[in-house]
């Protein structure tokens, strides 16, 4: 029998030895907790800038991020005050509209998010936000409009949960429909894979944004 191939979403966890949710894919590094193409379980040593390099990498994939978006980000961030600003980078990211839709197990990862908001199923205080990037606010309810609830996407995510409903979003039955809704602005300590935020502000604190 050939051997199975490994999905590149399996193959980024192992790189950066830390399995990343928003990806949809559990179990990367149960059974070869080592990067590709390694034989043995000893990681190599890296640099520092390899370190740091590394904690940005878990961000964009996770979060399914081009540089330039997560650049903007970060601009956004620092704007008004540049103290403390990786944590209110945190809370952005975590607010976006697709990174709701899939800790809220609207959808299995965060591109399925982006598909599924981008074809319109998706409604944010009663109306359609097709807009995977929108940043919500404290108060926004989220749902699925009624005639996507038969929609496979969800419907798979709804059975085959993710993660738990983090603690900055609650979730509720109403008329038949399950309703998100957003509770406070996250912080660094939402972010749900293992990052060192030091590491990731000293990279970008020598590089300009």
């Keep these: 029998m050939p051997k199975k191939r490994i999905t590149p979403r399996f193959k980024t966890q192992r790189l950066l030895g830390v399995e990343l949710p928003g990806l949809g894919k559990s179990g990367a590094l149960d059974r070869k907790p080592y990067p590709p193409g390694e034989h043995g379980t000893k ?105 996507s609830l038969e929609n496979q996407c969800y419907v798979h995510a709804k059975d085959n949960p993710r993660m738990d409903t983090p603690s900055f979003l609650t979730k509720e039955a109403k008329d038949n429909k399950e309703v998100g809704k957003v509770l406070a602005v996250p912080g660094l300590e939402e972010i749900p894979f293992a990052f060192q935020s030091g590491l990731f502000t000293e990279y970008y604190s020598i590089r300009k944004v």
């Design 43 to 147: 990681r190599r040593k890296y640099s520092n800038y390899k370190l740091q390099l590394e904690e940005k990498q878990k961000v964009l994939k996770n979060y399914c991020l081009k540089e330039k978006q997560l650049r903007r980000f970060i601009r956004e961030s620092k704007s008004g005050s540049s103290a403390n600003w990786v944590n209110k980078l945190a809370g952005r990211l975590e607010l976006r509209l697709d990174n709701v839709v899939f800790r809220l197990n609207f959808a299995p990862s965060i591109r399925a998010a982006k598909q599924f908001i981008g074809h319109g199923h998706i409604l944010v205080n009663g109306k359609k936000c097709d807009i995977s990037s929108a940043v919500l606010k404290v108060g926004d309810e989220i749902t699925i409009r009624d005639k």
